[in-house]
């Protein structure tokens, strides 16, 4: 089944532990992204990483790291958590051509308590 | 950077009315439009995409037109059946980087 995958799918923990998410596409694509989806819906993108070199990074906190080992994996590791980073985190793939269609993973839900 | 602005944020049609979604971006670079569809719990899928040498583009009951010169892009989805009851996203594109609008949520009464 070609696909963008996450895991896990819901993720609950207290204030201030670590934890990390994985994401994973098989459709041979050469850029993921990782995006945050809040409360209200909007949806933002968070990092962009192309043949396991960063090419994006927006406004987030640096307790934030994303890992790229290879093209097809990109991990999104949070340190010290925050109820604010409660959310639904997407990771998305896309090939590298001029107008590139963005194929998104089926979501990570974070509760923060 | 790129700033997308999508109105409304929420449109209730009767099953079988028209349903249009507009957007404007703020960057002249941009060249890539796509809509995305997200229902309750699942990821955003892609419903159909413009590019910026194309005015207008149709697809079954969904067509999205595009004004460069205004840089306003809109979704246009006729005969609206109650499956079309969904968040939708526009976006607009430089290279990598994908800027989502707001969202609008589509209710579609029976």
């Known amino acids: 089944d070609t696909a963008v995958s996450q895991t896990p799918k819901y993720l609950v923990t207290q204030m201030g532990n670590d934890k990390s998410i994985k994401c994973e596409q098989n459709?041979?694509?050469?850029?993921m992204y990782w995006y945050k989806q809040d409360s209200k819906k909007f949806l933002k993108i968070m990092f962009s990483?192309?043949?396991?070199?960063?090419?994006i990074n927006e406004t987030v906190p640096n307790r934030f790291s994303p890992k790229s080992p290879d093209k097809a994996h990109l991990n999104l590791h949070i340190n010290s958590l925050e109820l604010g980073d409660s959310a639904v985190y997407f990771c998305?793939?896309?090939?590298?051509?001029?107008?590139?269609?963005?194929?998104f993973g089926p979501g990570t839900r974070l509760t923060v308590l | 950077g790129e700033n997308v602005e999508q109105h409304p944020s929420t449109l209730s049609v009767q099953e079988g009315d028209s349903a249009v979604i507009k957007c404007t971006y703020s960057?002249?670079?941009?060249?890539?439009f796509p809509w995305y569809k997200q229902e309750l719990g699942k990821r955003p899928q892609l419903i159909i995409d413009i590019r910026s040498n194309v005015g207008e583009k149709k697809d079954q009951r969904i067509a999205v037109t595009l004004n460069k010169t205004a840089k306003h892009f809109s979704l246009h989805i006729t005969e609206t059946q109650p499956e079309d009851s969904a968040v939708y996203f526009c976006a607009a594109s430089i290279g990598n980087m994908l800027t989502f609008g707001g969202g609008t949520r589509l209710m579609v009464k029976p």
């Open positions: 459709l041979g694509h050469d850029t």
């Open positions: 990483y192309n043949n396991k070199e960063l090419i």
């Open positions: 960057d002249s670079a941009s060249n890539y």
């Open positions: 998305a793939s896309s090939p590298q051509r001029a107008y590139n269609e963005q194929f």
